[in-house]
């Protein structure tokens, strides 16, 4: 599975932002699909994940409310709307994929990722 994220950019706080990540191959509809990021100087951190069906997403606590990730499995496209973006959101993003069937948020649990696109908040 390749994964190729897109949609990164310059916005002014409390703007919006919507990425996508492009899947390749024919298992993306199994996959659990997640978005990481990860600021300057820190570790990578989870920020939102979804199901294989989409019924089910997990986001951290700092995002929630004003991000929301979603999937289109006849496209094999993942996306995260970012809303009321804040400057401590300024982080590459990556998407990535896991193989284990659970929406879960580490880092170790995801098999595959994207190179990364760049968010940049501006106050």
């Known amino acids: 599975v390749q994964l190729q994220a897109f949609g990164g950019g310059l916005v002014q706080a409390g703007g919006s932002l919507r990425l996508s990540c492009a899947a390749s191959?024919?298992?993306?509809?199994?996959?659990?699909m997640g978005w990481f990021r990860q600021a300057s100087g820190k570790e990578r951190e989870f920020v939102a994940a979804?199901?294989?069906?989409?019924?089910?997403?997990s986001y951290t606590d700092s995002v929630k409310g004003r991000f929301t990730i979603s999937r289109d499995n006849a496209e094999n496209t993942v996306y995260l709307q970012m809303n009321s973006l804040r400057t401590e959101d300024t982080a590459v993003y990556y998407c990535?994929?896991?193989?284990?069937?659970?929406?879960?948020?580490?880092?170790?649990?995801?098999?595959?990722w994207g190179q990364g696109t760049v968010v940049t908040v501006s106050s």
């Open positions: 979804i199901s294989w069906s989409g019924a089910t997403t």
């Open positions: 990535a994929a896991s193989r284990l069937g659970a929406v879960l948020t580490s880092v170790r649990n995801y098999d595959y």
């Open positions: 191959g024919r298992t993306f509809s199994r996959l659990v």
